[in-house]
């Protein structure tokens, strides 16, 4: 079982259109981030958000950290071709045995011109 | 800098051969990671070595061994491989692991296929 549920799992949009990739848990998790991966590469950070409710934007992205820390969104406006990418949201989880980080399912996005 | 290179890039391997994927880090970071990464799994963590002259156990260690040959570098060892260890195999590194929210830096990765 997946700690960290991404949805969807696909999409493929056009591009202009907006999206929202979602990254639920059931657990609380001291921080978050998101990667992005283009294909024969390894992921890249985007972005930490670390406190309830927080809200970064990155130019046409827009990320939230949910209230409770259990789940986060991705929101990228008037997507681009470029953004073409898979998406990972990825959360540190603090336990008794120290911190971990764990990796959410995966989002593939595609934008077609 | 090259960041985090790995070893090789694709390699095909038959059932119970053995292979060692090599990375190395010249961002003099402290702490280095292996995932795997399968189609709607994400990536999960394999081993890790916090600092040289440690290494641990992450979500999915069974297979595999792991060597922290100094700083820079951070072997994955596969003794007797199984079709079930196709995936593609990712080598990360970060200043520390005692604050896991700090950045990961990710090689470009080694697809590894076991038929």
């Known amino acids: 079982t997946q700690l960290l549920e991404q949805s969807p799992q696909f999409l493929s949009i056009q591009e202009g259109e907006n999206l929202t990739v979602y990254c639920n848990s059931s657990?609380?998790?001291?921080?978050l981030q998101w990667y992005r991966q283009e294909p024969g590469e390894g992921p890249v950070l985007l972005v930490t958000v670390v406190t309830g409710g927080e809200v970064k934007k990155l130019k046409r992205l827009t990320f939230q950290f949910g209230d409770a820390r259990k789940d986060s969104s991705l929101h990228i406006t008037a997507a681009q071709p470029g953004d073409t990418g898979l998406y990972l949201c990825a959360g540190v989880l603090t336990t008794g045995g120290g911190n971990k980080l764990t990796f959410g399912t995966g989002t593939q996005l595609k934008v077609e011109l | 800098n090259a960041g985090v290179t790995q070893t090789p890039k694709f390699q095909v391997l038959k059932t119970g051969q053995s292979m060692t994927l090599q990375c190395a880090q010249d961002m003099n970071h402290n702490s280095m990671y292996w995932y795997r990464q399968d189609p709607g799994m994400g990536l999960r963590l394999i081993y890790y070595?916090?600092?040289?002259?440690?290494?641990d156990k992450g979500e999915v260690p069974n297979g595999y061994n792991v060597s922290r040959l100094n700083k820079r570098e951070f072997s994955l060892r596969l003794e007797s491989a199984a079709p079930s260890q196709t995936s593609v195999y990712f080598c990360a590194s970060s200043d520390t692991a005692d604050r896991w929210w700090n950045e990961q830096y990710f090689g470009p990765g080694t697809r590894l296929t076991v038929t």
């Open positions: 657990s609380v998790f001291s921080s």
């Open positions: 070595s916090a600092s040289e002259g440690t290494t």
